[in-house]
């Protein structure tokens, strides 16, 4: 995901957000567009590339995704859930905002990207996507609930695995499938691209908890230690640093194996799966 990426999403982005300057919309374009890799818009356009489709019908869809992201980290940074000021490296929306916008915000960045997804694409594949995309937010919050119930508690590296197996890697799969869909994508390329999708969200996921362990707010844009602030198991507390690294790069080389059948055009996600273990941010 280069800046030239991210520039071609955001302006697409900017097409399909509000225009008015009221509190809410304000707050929606205020979370979208403080920065951000584009991780998730970029798996959707590539998944779709190498399953023959054209990127370019894939935008709306990817932009939709990276809408409902955002509401998730907006809602994930409220007082009530991990209690977070800082995002991206700058206040989260409900310091800007107030908890009640915040929350609203979040809320309507969720409806408008199945309103995109609504108005862009035929209806049978409209609601191919919407079903694919509702179930795997449900997944989502699943997750979420596991990790707040969670909290002050040691939890199996099992359990630990199933919470992120919902809340990260859900939506890093469902960017991947969804691209796929648009592509008319046979059953095995989804098959494979769904395994993909369930390795990189854990790689994913593990060096998110590495980076909470050992980098600096001012890298990462986010406060860093929350976890063992807010009595959290992570992959660290739970396999230690060394052996938290291990598994990260053991589920990035299955990632990448899972891709076996595409061969040389799935080189770009392969890449993915070593930025996600080897990032910084």
Known sequence: MDNKFSRKIDKHLKKYLPKDNSDLSSAMKYSTMIGGKRFRPYLCLEACKICGGNQNDA????????MIH?????????????????RRGKPACHKVFGE??????????????FQIIAKYYEPAKAAQVVVE?????????????????????KISLEKLKKMHLLKTAALIGISLKIGAILANAG????????????HLGLAFQIADDILDATSDSK???????????????????????EKAGEFADLNS??????????????DNLIRVSDFAVNRKT
Do not use: W
């Open 59 to 66: 935008i709306p869809a990817a932009c939709a995704i990276e």
């Open 70 to 86: 955002t509401f998730t980290l907006i809602h994930d940074d409220l007082p009530c859930m991990d209690n977070s000021d800082l």
């Open 100 to 113: 009640d916008i915040a929350l609203l915000a979040g809320d309507a960045l969720n409806t408008l990207a």
């Open 133 to 153: 995309l509702s179930r795997a937010l449900i997944n989502v919050v699943k997750g979420q609930v596991i990790d707040i119930q969670s909290e002050g508690k």
């Open 187 to 198: 059953d095995n390329q989804l098959k494979s691209l769904s395994k993909y999708g369930q």
């Open 219 to 241: 890298i990462i844009g986010k406060p860093v230690g929350a976890d063992e602030k807010n009595l959290k198991s992570t992959y660290v507390s739970i396999l230690g640093l």
């Open 253 to 266: 080389k299955k990632a990448k194996k899972a891709l076996s059948r595409f061969g040389k055009k799935a």
